[in-house]
């Protein structure tokens, strides 16, 4: 059965140079492989598989997304890496120091150098 087998996202990218320093020395993952066709970092026991591509993605949509506890904490963290998140307000998604709370979950985006558009989320707890 596939869901007995881990799942890998790939994102597409131009350059594995630009690639390494943001996924590896800015977002800190480490890098478990590389060739002239990939690159792949890990991430709590997944992995992500950056793919070269001479095109790279054409889609805006969140094509990534961590799971967290503490969004506040992990962004100030990435602002601390040089990264910058994605602030919006519009068709009624409005940020706050780049925080949106979209009911189910509080979420944030960060845009890699590709286009690629990462998404970190931490789930409001229900009351039962």
Known sequence: MLADHPLDTVLLVTDFDVARRFYHQQLGLPIVESDEHRL???????????????VG???TQTQAMWRVTDLAAELDELRERGVLIDDFDEDGLTTTNGIA?????????ITDPFGNTIGLLQHIPTAE
């Open 101 to 109: 709370d979209i009911g189910f979950a509080l979420a944030a985006w």
């Open 40 to 54: 792949v970092v890990a991430s709590a026991g997944t992995q992500l598989v950056l793919s070269l591509s001479t």
């Open 57 to 59: 993605t054409a889609d």
